[in-house]
């Protein structure tokens, strides 16, 4: 089992920055790859980040440019920085884990992710 614990979500105004924290704990060593999903009301949990444990990161195409995903290994946390957050922005981020590599590439696919936290809340006012 992996434990996964978000922080840093709040209310920001757009233009401004918010940094996603989240940790892993348990079975850590049996996680391939550590990401960020985000659901709005009404929504599909959709695909933000990921990064995977042979240094490969993906990122979505709405948060390419403005988000970056990063892992501290010794802590077991990895960190979602976020500029220019938009109103578009605001979800429940949510970590995931997956422990054993993609069979077809699909890292964005929210099925193929084995762990979930269980969400922080992110608003971007206009």
């Known amino acids: 089992q992996v434990h996964l614990v978000e922080s840093g979500g709040g209310l920001v105004q757009a233009g401004g920055s918010l940094r996603l924290s989240c940790a892993a704990s348990?079975?850590?060593?049996?996680?391939?790859?550590m990401g960020w999903f985000r659901q709005a009301p009404g929504q599909e949990r959709e695909f933000v980040a990921v990064?995977?444990?042979?240094?490969?990161?993906y990122y979505a195409g709405s948060v390419k440019g403005r988000f970056t995903l990063t892992r501290d290994n010794v802590k077991d946390t990895v960190y979602l920085q976020m500029n220019s957050l938009k109103p578009e922005d605001t979800a429940v981020y949510h970590c995931?884990?997956?422990?054993?590599?993609?069979?077809?590439?699909?890292?964005?696919?929210?099925?193929?992710?084995?762990?979930w936290g269980q969400g922080t809340q992110v608003t971007v006012s206009s």
């Open positions: 995931a884990v997956r422990r054993t590599p993609y069979t077809s590439n699909d890292y964005s696919n929210s099925l193929n992710y084995d762990y």
């Open positions: 348990g079975r850590t060593f049996s996680a391939y790859a």
């Open positions: 990064t995977t444990w042979t240094d490969l990161t």
